[in-house]
């Protein structure tokens, strides 16, 4: 069973632990407390309770890496993308030489595109067979997508 | 360290703040810097969660980059701080509180008896132990004192103000602070009495 001080009460040894007594009653408890066992037990788990409180928060919060809240901090406060985004940024950038290279770029496969033979089905066709004869004639031409049979015949 | 950089950090308040009304990174890196510690903490205190702490501190740095223009130096600019943090802290609270996701407190912790002990004396691993697990205790314990009560506490152990300067920054009379410090102190107490 706890000892309990008939003289003062928590909200005393309380504005002691707070540095909140008067200069007179600060006086006065500082000597009680000297000699009363039991408030000096109460101010001991104030204060040890504040200290335990501190030293928790402080261990909790010393994991974070203050380099990384820093840049997290400084970029949301000043519009900035993440470190990554920057560099991806910078890299895609469009300088003026590297636009008109890669206009070159798409202009030279464009053309290339549009001149090669036989695309859009519109360029020569490979004729497969053809057949002659006194009366008609046969020619089968293929072409990308289809195969075509011309056939004529003579009228003489 | 070259002498610009010694002189960036001991930059006075006023000059801090004109620097950071013009909007100078550095002025913000040092301000970041040089509060950093104690805003995470006053969060941490109130919302009791490391990740919030750290999302709460960092909008805290944000709101004031918005916001320093409005800023009149006739308040300190920690002062200053300290009340947006415990703001924005409270305000987080309400928001976790809508969302349903109260924080859990383990069956064991409940049931666990802890003797006090003061640790005084230079701690050796068995000492080192007891202390982390009376950290423990006394952080299941905060976390069940009302949260108007946890705030006037954590102003009162972590930044050490006045009873005057905690019901001038919450905005609440010394009679209520002091009142409320009572009974997170009676409550706290108790526990480690049982």
Known sequence: M?????????ETISAFVDKELGPKQLDKFACHVETCEACRLVVDQLQG??????????????????????SSVTAKSFNRKPAIFEKLKEYLSPKPILKIATIAVILGFSLMYFRQPGINGIG??????SVDTNMSSVMIIETIETKHTIIWFTET | MNNSAVHRDNIEEAELVERLKRGQEWAFAILVKKYRMQLLKIAYGITLDREESCEIVQDVFV?????IKNFRQEASLKGWLRKITVNHSLNWKRKFKRRFRWSHTPLEQEDEKMQYTVQKEKKNPETAYQGKEFEKFVMGRIKKLPEKVRVVFVLNTFEGLSYDEIAQSLGIKKGTVKSRLHTARKSLLESIRS
Not at chain 1, 2 to 10: A, H, M, P, V
Request: include cysteine; charge should be neutral.
């Open chain 1, 2 to 10: 706890e000892k309990k001080c008939s003289q003062y009460n928590l």
């Open chain 2, 63 to 67: 709101s004031v980059h918005k916001n």
């Open chain 1, 49 to 70: 309770i504040k200290e335990a409180f501190k030293s928790a928060a402080e261990d909790e919060m010393k994991s974070i890496d203050s380099q990384v809240f820093l």
């Open chain 1, 124 to 129: 020569p066709s490979a004729i497969v067979n």
